[in-house]
């Protein structure tokens, strides 16, 4: 054996000492709530029209953001704290945007009673240079993109005219117009001419106007002691139409006359006369009646019909004549109840009915009455589709929804009846040609220059009812699809597959040919193109693709006739991508459990991909888990899965503390990327971090068993990972909200399999929650909970001993676990009575139960400081009934509303 001299000896050791150093130094910290702050989300991600430039934001839980612009194939050129609502010019020369104020400095202003708006910068691409103007609310590119208006803010927010300055920006000449009190402002589709609303004080100077941008002349359209509004070009670019109006004194609603322009076009030498037309012109105009003000004015696309809304003309209520009483009527003659007319009174207030001019001989058509709670318009036809339900307002017994659907001509108004007692409406064909619904699961196509109604189900053996919507209500189709360009096809989404239904002829084609139920990967059609409408099948069919139970996710192609080609499919969760407006580039995100959604770029074939954001390199410095799926079977025979993360440091064989949080199918977030952010609920990133294994699993629902469902899943699901060797069956708790809220209040009822349970906005008592309202939209909770998301398929008078069965607090008596109910006072979803209902029921039991009720707080927490305070306790509850911490005082012995500033949750109490 070689003898080790001194020197070798000093040298060995410090070496091994520099290696201990150097582990130490590398090794990775837990995640904590104090980590979360450095977080960062990425927004405002745009991509220029050529592909080669791209921008976005870096947006961190706590801070400013940081946009930036960078050539994809190159490096950052430009950065802007606080960059938002990005845009490219189409000559790809130019980005523009809005940039706020630094978080502190705007706050600084908040204080004082100060604005804190918006400056405009204007990137130049070539030049790597900036212009700036404050002040401004928003801005705009012409089509040419010769042209960028500026629009600023009010110079004094009181005012009483709604104007403010524009200015128009020449960006190839670098000429400025300086326009005041515009209103608001638009480009026609060529980007030749632009268009602008003045609303002047004391309405002086109020008109339309229009700038020729081939030399910045200007045409006053019209001008008048009005005001102006709903400005709007046709498809075409050469006309345009605006409603001008006064309201008369002692009246409600504003009396406007509709008028618009044709033939404009830049080189004009005259001021383009205008056509007008306004309640006064008879014409089949309802009396007493307005065009209102309230709707948007929209053009078909032959720019021969303008589509307005109108409304009733009321007197103004005078003072004397109100009544001093405050008082609700409640009538059980009522369609809407008062909670929910009270939440939309500000929508009624501003209500139309959708009517039709047709510019050629004049002719007005009201489309829309009382009686129809929507009419759906077409640019490309003569044809709309009225849904009528006003025979079905008052039916109580059934799902609202139901309703007659009326084909009306909107050249002639007259109305033809498609279907009656419909409740799935597919909307219409993109040219206008048929409307689809389904009829007893049969999807139906009614052809409006014909009358006739086809079957296409018929045609096929094949049943495209979704089996898995387990709703008590009338099973929808997987869905139309979408329709071909040449209006040949018609394709119909199933289970996996998709299906392409001849217009012409009985011929089905299954587009995938088979592929998607072979293998159950669902495919699904995707456009890339925003514009477009339909599909063209002289060429490759982009589909989103994801595997039923791989969780693989990505995009094939497919050509009619021929098998799917894989383009991009892999083992994450692929995002939508974005693709450049004039060449073949896309912009898209990847992720996983461990890995940020960040973005990439590839061809539009998915070749030659580049990542290009590392929005979180912090990530590195700690620990982090990862996630396996795990299959199971219920006790009911359905075959689930769940998704599982495992701990950091996660050593086979070993069996881990488990939180299990659940909803109702969760296992497809199998590759969603867990971000640390403030919120209500755990965090899959940090209990793994922590040393917890995280389940979700999935749940399916018996129609009037949505508890017993969620119970069976919820152990099975559990009980499974246990015989795979992952979790303690000693040390398991539950966490959900709002409809998890409810599951697993019931769970904590019916078993002693779990250590503790942290229950978030829950229904506890189905009964009393069906006869309370949904404070957010004010409709009642009855039908939610009969026909909705409750399941139950009947009411309470129906089968009372059905809902005390579902009910939590019905069983509390036999509650044996702690637990934790968060609730705020303020939500507008799960009434706050419902978590007191449950803390009064186990207190008077002797349960051990604790509620954190957070004052005028929602249905999930909105403040930071509250989101902070309750990821701390809910930790401090789960470490202590699962890992043994001790118990912090909140936790052992309560706080005294006293005491309540005071005492941190952090505060240690006796024991454990």
């Known amino acids: 054996m070689q003898k080790i001299t001194s020197k070798q000896f000093f040298t060995l050791l410090l070496a091994l000492l520099c290696i201990g150093q150097l582990a130490r130094g590398q090794e990775k910290k837990p995640l904590t709530l104090a980590d979360y702050g450095q977080w960062n989300s990425i927004r405002n991600t745009a991509i220029s029209p050529n592909g080669e430039w791209m921008t976005y934001s870096y947006v961190p839980n706590d801070g400013d953001s940081k946009l930036y612009v960078r050539k994809i194939d190159g490096d950052t050129v430009s950065s802007a704290v606080n960059g938002k609502r990005v845009s490219f010019s189409d000559d790809n020369l130019w980005v523009a945007y809005l940039k706020d104020l630094p978080e502190k400095e705007a706050e600084k202003l908040k204080k004082q009673g100060k604005p804190a708006t918006s400056t405009f910068e204007l990137y130049n691409l070539n030049a790597k240079s900036v212009q700036q103007i404050e002040n401004v609310k928003t801005f705009g590119f012409s089509n040419t993109s010769n042209y960028v208006a ?55 100077g109020n008109g339309l106007f229009v700038v020729d941008l081939n030399g910045l ?36 609603q504003r009396e406007n006359t509709l008028a618009w322009a044709n033939g404009l076009a830049s080189g004009m030498s005259a001021t383009p006369s205008l056509k007008t037309f306004s309640s006064t012109n008879g014409n089949g105009f309802p009396e007493n009646h307005v065009i209102s003000e309230y709707s948007s004015l929209s053009w078909n696309d032959a720019g021969s019909q ?34 929910r007319q009270i939440v939309m009174a500000g929508r009624d207030r501003r ?168 293998n159950e990967i669902r495919f699904r059609l995707t456009r890339l193109d925003p514009e477009a409408d339909t599909y063209d099948t002289s060429k490759p069919l982009l589909m989103s693709a994801y595997g039923e139970w791989t969780k693989q996710s990505g995009y094939y192609e497919v050509t009619v006739g021929k098998k799917p080609k894989a383009l991009h499919f892999i083992d994450k969760m692929v995002g939508r991508p974005t693709k450049a407006k004039d060449a073949n580039v896309i912009m898209y995100t990847e992720q996983t459990f461990e890995e940020f959604p960040d973005l990439w770029v590839a061809s539009t074939d998915f070749k030659k991909p580049k990542k290009i954001t590392n929005a ?3 990530q590195a410095e700690y620990k982090w888990g990862r996630r396996v799926l795990v299959d199971y079977t219920d006790k009911r025979g359905h075959k689930l899965q769940a998704t599982l993360a495992l701990p950091a440091d996660y050593e086979e064989g070993k069996k881990y503390p488990m939180v299990i ?24 990133s940090t209990y793994a971090s922590n040393g917890y294994l995280v389940l979700m699993p999935d749940i399916v629902y018996d129609m009037g068993k949505p508890g017993s469902s969620a119970l069976d899943d919820v152990t099975s699901a559990a009980k499974a990972v246990i015989e795979l060797g992952y979790a303690d069956p000693q040390r398991i708790g539950l966490q959900g909200h709002s409809w998890g809220g409810y599951e697993s209040s ?116 909105t403040k930071e400081a509250n989101q902070k305070d309750f990821q701390i306790r809910m930790k401090q509850y789960f470490d202590h009934y699962l890992m043994d911490a001790d118990a912090p005082v909140w936790l052992s012995n309560g706080v005294s509303n006293l005491d309540k500033k005071r005492v941190k949750p952090e505060d240690m109490g006796e024991g454990k």
């Open 351 to 518: 209500a139309t009915f959708t009517s039709v001019l047709n510019l050629e001989n004049g002719k007005f058509v009201q489309l829309q009455t009382e009686d129809m709670s929507f009419v759906r318009t077409s640019d490309r036809s003569k044809w709309a589709v009225a849904s009528v339900d006003k025979d079905y307002r008052a039916i109580r017994n059934q799902p609202s929804g139901y309703a007659d659907l009326y084909a009306i001509n909107t050249t002639s108004g007259a109305k033809q009846l498609i279907a009656k007692n419909v409740y799935h409406d597919l909307g219409v064909d993109p040219m206008g040609r048929y409307a689809a619904y389904t009829k007893d699961t049969q999807v139906q196509l009614y052809h409006f220059d014909s009358g006739k109604t086809t079957n296409i189900n018929a045609n096929s053996d094949v049943d495209f009812e979704n089996l898995e919507f387990d709703y008590p209500v009338e099973r929808p189709v997987y869905g139309i699809a979408g329709w071909s360009k040449d209006g040949n096809w018609v394709f119909m989404n199933h289970k996996y597959d998709i299906y392409a239904f001849s217009m012409n002829s009985n011929e089905v084609i299954n587009l995938t040919q088979g592929m998607g139920d072979e």
């Open 150 to 204: 500026i629009h600023k803010n009010a110079a004094d927010r009181k005012a009483e005219h709604g104007g403010s300055d524009l200015i128009l920006k020449d960006l190839k000449g670098n000429n400025t117009l300086n326009i005041g009190n515009v209103s608001s402002f638009a480009f026609n589709e060529t980007g030749s001419l632009f268009a602008y609303l003045v609303d002047a004080d004391g309405r002086a």
């Open 661 to 684: 949080y659940f909803y109702e199918k969760m296992s497809q977030r199998h590759h969603q990327y867990s971000m640390p952010t403030y919120d209500d609920r755990p965090h899959m």
């Open 746 to 861: 019931f769970i904590l009822t019916q078993t002693d399999m779990f250590a503790c349970v942290v229950t978030g906005a829950p229904l506890t008592n189905l009964i009393s929650m069906y006869n309370v309202a949904y404070k957010r939209s004010g409709n009642l909770n009855g039908p939610i909970i009969e026909w909705s998301q409750g399941r139950m398929g009947v009411s309470p008078w129906d089968d009372m001993e059905l809902y005390r069965s579902q009910s939590p607090i019905h069983h509390a008596e036999k509650i044996n676990t702690p637990f934790l109910i968060l609730h705020g006072t303020a939500d507008g979803a799960v009434d706050w009575n419902q978590g007191l209902e449950y803390y009064q029921t186990a207190r008077r039991l002797g349960k051990e139960v604790i509620l954190l009720s957070y004052p005028d707080e929602p249905h999930h927490l």
């Open 616 to 618: 979180n390199p912090q």
């Open 217 to 252: 002349r200007t045409f006053p359209v019209h001008a008048g002691d009005y005001t102006y509004s709903q400005l709007s070009w046709n498809e075409a670019g050469d006309g345009l139409a605006v409603l001008f109006g006064t309201k008369p004194e002692g009246k409600v």
């Open 306 to 339: 303008i589509f307005f809304g109108i409304k009733e003309q009321d007197d103004e209520a005078k003072k004397e004549d109100e009544l001093k009483a405050n008082v609700d009527v409640w009538h059980w003659k009522d369609d809407e109840v008062q909670s």
